[in-house]
């Protein structure tokens, strides 16, 4: 530990610790005056607490959390109540606990104060949701055990059950429950070794150009808001949550243009300062012209919806379904216009007016008690009829729906062509926020090795051109190789 200096003891204040210098290298230790054992290492990257005190004679340092996640009075709790002194009455208090205590009784505990148990930070709603969801995979099988009796074997075999019944995805979240509840420790088995959780292959899936350029004009018969928020998501480097709950006080429209997200919503519990290419801030720019005084980014009342309020948008799933299916109608009208002597713009169009008449449809069947509208919305009855016409001209039109396609594709998109461009994975890592470029490397490693592969195709044009010796180098270049367009 670094030598005490009695100048950095003193009662710790949010203000004090915020406002304490970082010296270009190296850390200061901060004690705390009022909490024996409470300290705060400042260096010029982050402020963090730790505890630190003697155990078995041999002084110990134990991690807290990362200020301003993690305030000083709850660093204090923390060291009051949940470091103790003592390793083996605390080890003994757990072994107690975990006998008296069943997983249910845990998870009333977590759901009484859902906090992360390493820094004490608030969950994130998503996270919360995502627990309630795991929590009912977990409650039936193992939610009336004792934690002392949650053995190796016992997670092994909920384990097998929860991949049969729900898939790998909900099993690793619903393992990483268990890990929470538990209190940070997975049970091992006979042979003494931890169970694992299930390993996912990373989504792979984005946009190709023809996927992507009829959602680009789809968009342009959405709503202003809609419009806006779905070009942000493609086109800013952040997460669609931290978009949505932007405030205008968060960007920075300026030259060179920023978009700010504080900690405690960053995904990475550190502040995000990230920067906005000049197209999408002249959109934001016009945005913000269009909407004057507006605190929200996106606010839930300009989306014409029955459900709106004073706050930022929520639910977006409705408006990603109504946009895939603009962009499938953008797709089947291309393809049926030549086949009627007209151009994909001027069939579009046409389907817009069609859908107009849709709707004014259904509001006179909603005011004739006796009527009875046709399945869905005037959208999905005019994609439907789209399909049914493509279909009598001998186009495939299952081909042209925008399957499996999430919102965050678009981010993933985004990412996929920059690395496809020729951007390295350590820009597009720092463009994503990501903290740890293994990340990146395992969505987007395998689109790198385009100009590997582009080398090797001019190579083998070249090598296989010398089976004639009277070809000329000019002669090479036609046997060249040229890979496929999309993916690699």
């Given at each position: 530990?670094?030598?005490?200096?009695?100048?950095?003891?003193?009662?710790?204040?949010?203000?004090?610790?915020?406002?304490?210098?970082?010296?270009?290298?190296?850390?200061?230790?901060?004690?705390?005056?009022?909490?024996?054992?409470?300290?705060c290492?400042?260096?010029?990257?982050?402020?963090?607490?730790?505890?630190?005190?003697?155990?078995?004679?041999?002084?110990?340092?134990?991690?807290?959390?990362?200020?301003?996640?993690?305030?000083?009075?709850?660093a204090?709790?923390l060291?009051k109540?949940?470091?103790?002194?003592?390793?083996?009455?605390?080890?003994?208090?757990?072994?107690?606990r975990?006998?008296?205590h069943?997983?249910?009784?845990?998870?009333?505990?977590?759901?009484?104060?859902?906090?992360?148990?390493?820094d004490?930070?608030?969950?994130?709603p998503?996270?919360?949701?995502?627990?309630?969801?795991?929590w009912d995979?977990?409650?039936?099988?193992?939610?009336?055990?004792?934690?002392?009796?949650?053995?190796?074997?016992?997670v092994?075999?909920?384990?097998?059950?929860?991949?049969?019944?729900?898939?790998?995805?909900?099993?690793?979240?619903?393992?990483?429950?268990l890990?929470?509840l538990?209190?940070?420790?997975?049970?091992?088995?006979?042979?003494?070794?931890?169970?694992?959780?299930?390993?996912?292959?990373?989504?792979?899936?984005?946009?190709?150009?023809?996927?992507?350029?009829?959602?680009?004009?789809?968009?342009?018969?959405?709503?202003?808001?809609?419009?806006?928020?779905?070009?942000?998501?493609?086109?800013?480097?952040?997460?669609?949550?931290?978009?949505a709950?932007?405030?205008?006080?968060?960007?920075n429209?300026?030259h060179?243009?920023?978009w700010?997200?504080?900690?405690?919503?960053?995904?990475?519990?550190?502040?995000?300062?990230?920067?906005?290419?000049?197209?999408?801030?002249?959109?934001?720019?016009?945005?913000?012209?269009?909407?004057?005084?507006?605190?929200?980014?996106?606010?839930?009342?300009?989306?014409?919806?029955?459900?709106?309020?004073?706050?930022?948008?929520?639910?977006?799933?409705?408006?990603?379904?109504?946009?895939?299916?603009?962009?499938?109608?953008?797709?089947?009208?291309d393809?049926?216009?030549?086949?009627?002597?007209?151009?994909?713009?001027?069939r579009?169009?046409?389907?817009?007016?069609?859908?107009?008449?849709?709707?004014?449809?259904?509001?006179?069947?909603?005011?004739?008690?006796?009527?009875?509208?046709?399945?869905?919305?005037?959208?999905?009855?005019?994609?439907?009829?789209?399909?049914?016409?493509?279909?009598a001209?001998?186009?495939?039109?299952?081909s042209?729906a925008?399957?499996?396609?999430t919102?965050?594709?678009?981010?993933?998109?985004?990412?996929?062509?920059?690395?496809?461009s020729?951007a390295?994975?350590?820009?597009?890592?720092?463009?994503?926020?990501?903290?740890?470029?293994?990340?990146?490397?395992?969505?987007?490693?395998?689109?790198?090795?385009?100009?590997?592969?582009?080398?090797?195709?001019?190579?083998?044009?070249?090598?296989?051109?010398?089976?004639?010796?009277?070809?000329?180098?000019?002669?090479?270049?036609?046997?060249?190789?040229?890979?496929?367009?999309?993916?690699?």
């Amino acid at each position: 530990m670094p030598a005490a200096d009695p100048a950095t003891r003193f009662p710790f204040t949010e203000a004090r610790i915020r406002g304490w210098p970082a010296l270009p290298t190296g850390r200061t230790r901060l004690r705390d005056a009022t909490c024996p054992g409470l300290a705060c290492y400042v260096t010029p990257e982050a402020r963090t607490f730790y505890f630190y005190g003697k155990a078995n004679g041999r002084p110990v340092e134990v991690r807290l959390g990362g200020w301003p996640a993690l305030t000083v009075e709850k660093a204090r709790e923390l060291v009051k109540a949940k470091v103790a002194p003592n390793p083996a009455a605390a080890a003994e208090a757990r072994r107690a606990r975990r006998g008296a205590h069943t997983l249910s009784d845990a998870w009333a505990a977590l759901e009484a104060n859902p906090t992360r148990r390493r820094d004490g930070a608030p969950l994130r709603p998503a996270t919360w949701r995502s627990y309630q969801a795991a929590w009912d995979h977990l409650k039936p099988h193992l939610g009336a055990r004792l934690l002392a009796d949650i053995t190796g074997e016992a997670v092994a075999t909920l384990r097998g059950t929860l991949l049969r019944k729900v898939g790998p995805a909900q099993t690793r979240r619903a393992l990483a429950l268990l890990v929470v509840l538990l209190g940070g420790r997975m049970p091992r088995d006979s042979s003494g070794r931890a169970i694992q959780k299930p390993t996912i292959e990373p989504r792979r899936r984005f946009m190709d150009a023809a996927e992507l350029g009829a959602l680009l004009r789809g968009l342009e018969a959405e709503p202003p808001l809609w419009r806006v928020f779905w070009l942000c998501c493609l086109l800013a480097p952040l997460r669609r949550g931290n978009l949505a709950r932007a405030r205008w006080t968060d960007l920075n429209l300026d030259h060179p243009a920023r978009w700010t997200v504080a900690a405690e919503d960053a995904k990475g519990r550190k502040l995000l300062a990230m920067p906005i290419a000049e197209p999408l801030a002249r959109i934001l720019r016009d945005w913000r012209r269009q909407n004057p005084g507006a605190e929200w980014v996106f606010p839930a009342g300009l989306t014409g919806g029955p459900r709106t309020g004073t706050g930022p948008i929520v639910s977006v799933q409705h408006s990603w379904a109504r946009a895939l299916l603009m962009a499938e109608a953008v797709r089947l009208c291309d393809s049926i216009a030549p086949c009627e002597g007209s151009d994909g713009r001027t069939r579009f169009h046409a389907f817009l007016a069609d859908l107009d008449r849709l709707r004014g449809e259904a509001l006179r069947l909603a005011w004739d008690r006796q009527g009875r509208a046709g399945p869905g919305s005037p959208l999905q009855r005019g994609v439907s009829l789209l399909r049914e016409r493509a279909t009598a001209l001998g186009i495939d039109a299952a081909s042209l729906a925008m399957r499996d396609l999430t919102p965050h594709d678009l981010r993933r998109t985004a990412a996929s062509w920059a690395v496809q461009s020729g951007a390295s994975l350590a820009v597009v890592a720092a463009s994503l926020g990501h903290a740890d470029t293994r990340v990146t490397e395992a969505h987007y490693g395998h689109l790198s090795d385009d100009p590997v592969r582009r080398m090797l195709a001019d190579n083998a044009g070249r090598l296989l051109a010398t089976v004639n010796p009277a070809d000329s180098p000019d002669m090479s270049r036609k046997s060249r190789i040229t890979p496929p367009e999309g993916r690699p």
